[in-house]
């Protein structure tokens, strides 16, 4: 039963594109099959991975390809990519006048059986991408950065889930919120980090794990490896931490 | 001769909002009247305001009411605001029906005369808002994470610019591109900031000034003030360095 992970959240910037690639790196460490799909326009999961080919998710939303054919093995990960590509925003604003258009990538992932994982990586962009990453997953990982911006922006968030989960996917569930770029040496970082464990909200939905700022994780994309790579950096011993509970986690929530 | 900068950058999280506002209080501290407006769904600057009031800018694009009748005081860091709204989204899809669809927020922001600057903080999305955004602008600035995902987003995001600048407007000024959240303490940091610097097309529109990592300009959000109260911290010193530079390139780009 594959299990397919959207990776989302409307700010900017907190970490979705480092979660998918890394959480995805540490489950391929461990054995699993892992798909990722890069369904931001901006394309940073595609150019970290170094890809630059055809056909792209636009090619597959568009179906002129079947999604196996756009899938190509990212070997510095172990995980299988399928690439965003440049026109993407393009197939965006044709996929608006279709029918079902909600269930467009939904529909066209389901030809592919054999991966245990598959995660889309979305862009911070309310739009028909987004609305399709969320409908074609099983579940959702929200990466939140522990700073004030990024709490702030939560809950008109959560409203904006709600509402599309009420719409076109009522049995959407949220594998957790994850808790990004924790700084141990702020008390900001600390002060949201405890505000988020007490919030009635948000409080029950967290991870145990959360990921600590690794300067590591920003240096990675640059030579096309997940942290992973280096075992003793606090990044890769954090996602290796967050693949253990998404894989217990799996299924029962 | 009032001065619109849009504050512009599909990349998430490299410090629009941050700079919208402390760009803007350290431009009021100079006596400078100076309007910021809000025109991301996310209302990341509305909520740092402490804002919660009708009308918005919802309102002003839809002409229900005046630009003038949206703005409202920000005592804490001597700025007038035009808040964002809860249904500012929604705003975006009727907008895409009318004629003359990009130019909606220029003309509404005409009747306004006395600002010195109008900054107008955007989504990281690219969508009819921001192209509203770009266009109502005489000069954009482009803050810049000295890191490589957000390096590498920029050359696609100056394709977006190139061509929303032929269409639309071509008389478009890029004031500078704003490094933002440097970390002296990292190699990544210098490393990023140095391929800005040589970089044929980057290196030119730089900023001299770079706004450095500082964890109060992280917490300024939480008590609505701008960093510009902690006149010894290093985000006051850097935006206030930046808006000397902004101020004396004024008009002669
Ligand atoms: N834990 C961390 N420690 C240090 N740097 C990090 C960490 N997580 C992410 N980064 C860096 O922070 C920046 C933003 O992260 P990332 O691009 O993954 O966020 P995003 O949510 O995908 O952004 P966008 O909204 O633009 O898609 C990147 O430069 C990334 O390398
Ligand atoms: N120089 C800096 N030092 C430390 N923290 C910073 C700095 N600049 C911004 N931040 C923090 O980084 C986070 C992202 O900044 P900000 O929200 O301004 O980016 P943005 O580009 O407006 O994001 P979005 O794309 O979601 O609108 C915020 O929590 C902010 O407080
Ligand atoms: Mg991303
Ligand atoms: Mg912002």
């Not at 595609?46 to 890809?51: E, F, L, N």
């Not at 756009?70 to 197939?91: H, Q, Y």
């Amino acid at each position: 039963m594959t299990r397919i992970i959207g990776i989302v959240n409307l700010k900017g910037g907190v970490g979705k594109t480092t979660t998918c690639v890394n959480l995805g790196a540490a489950l391929a460490l461990k054995g699993q099959k892992v798909l990722l799909i890069d369904l931001d326009p901006q394309q940073s999961l595609t150019s970290w991975a170094g890809i630059d080919q055809w056909p792209t998710i636009s090619n597959v939303l568009s179906g002129e390809t079947d999604a196996s054919q756009a899938i190509v093995k990212w070997e510095k990960t172990g995980c299988w990519v399928i690439p965003s590509g440049e026109d993407l925003r393009l197939k965006e604003n044709q996929l608006t006048t279709l029918d079902q258009r909600e269930f467009v990538l939904k529909n066209k992932l389901q030809i592919l059986e054999d991966f245990d994982y598959m995660f889309i990586d979305t862009s911070p962009s309310y739009g028909l991408l987004t609305v399709n990453a969320i409908c074609a997953s099983t579940e959702i990982i929200i990466p939140l950065q522990t700073e004030i911006l990024a709490l702030e922006s939560t809950i008109p968030f959560f409203d904006t889930l709600g509402d599309i989960k009420e719409r076109f996917h009522p049995r959407l569930k949220i594998t957790g919120i994850l808790p990004c770029m924790f700084d141990a040496r702020t008390r900001l970082s600390k002060n949201t980090l405890d505000q988020m464990r007490s919030s009635e909200y948000l409080g029950p939905l967290l991870f145990k794990t959360f990921i600590r700022k690794n300067v590591r994780l920003a240096e990675t994309p640059a030579q096309g490896f997940a942290v992973t790579r280096y075992s003793s950096a606090y990044g890769a011993e954090d996602y290796i931490a967050l693949a253990e509970e998404v894989h217990s986690r799996g299924g029962e929530l």
